[in-house]
């Protein structure tokens, strides 16, 4: 469906979404499990109610339908684009009922390093289910997110989708920092550790990290460098460092 000035201008393209959706789904060889329609900025200047479309297109080809909110203009807000984009993706889970020993990581697109010492801590205090979102490889495993009993938040970008999921299936959720210094890390999951009433035993990862930290100290003494373009740090805390 291509579209022109007069069809944003005048919202002909509004009518379009739907027959959109369903060249794309007769196109197809297999049915998807559902439908996210993406919109930017004009529809947030035309004040869409994409809601409406979306439950449109969910009636005519029974088919869960979702909006994703990608407006630029809302980056410096308090919900930036990516915040929505997050809890438009949660949001298609349903009320089920909640396994003690099962709970999600929240917070990025792609799954943790497999060798990550965060699953054998939470695996210690007695969690047997832990799910990621990247990790989902077919739309049952997505559903059985909202089996958690809880959700562990590690990117603020995905809060606002957790305070969703506590509002919508009474799902909590735990929030950790991103911090870079051994000890504050040290001690963030002393705090896990109590929230979850276990202790997390993380002396084996911080007593290597810390021998790793002096083995490339003694070896490139005060040289300082910094890894990407982008880090999304506190500045006080990398300064101190």
Known sequence: ????????????????????CGEILESLEKRPSAIMICITCVDALLGTDMERICRKVTDKYSIPCVACYMYALTREKRLSPMAYVRTSVYSLLEKQKRESKDMNIMGF?????????????LKSAGIVNIRELARCEKFDDY???????????LNPESRHAAQDMQKRLNIPFIEMLRLYQPDKIHNQYRLLGDALGKK???????EETKKTIAKFKNKYGKLKFAVGEILNGDAIEIAHM
């Open 109 to 121: 697109f792609s799954p943790l390093n497999t060798n990550c010492e965060i699953y054998d801590l």
């Open 1 to 20: 469906q291509l579209l022109d000035d007069t069809d944003i201008v005048t919202g002909r393209h509004l009518m379009k979404i739907s027959d959109a």
């Open 143 to 153: 559903k059985d997110l909202s089996k958690a009993n809880f959700n562990l938040v």
């Open 200 to 206: 997390l035993d993380d002396s084996e990862y911080f």
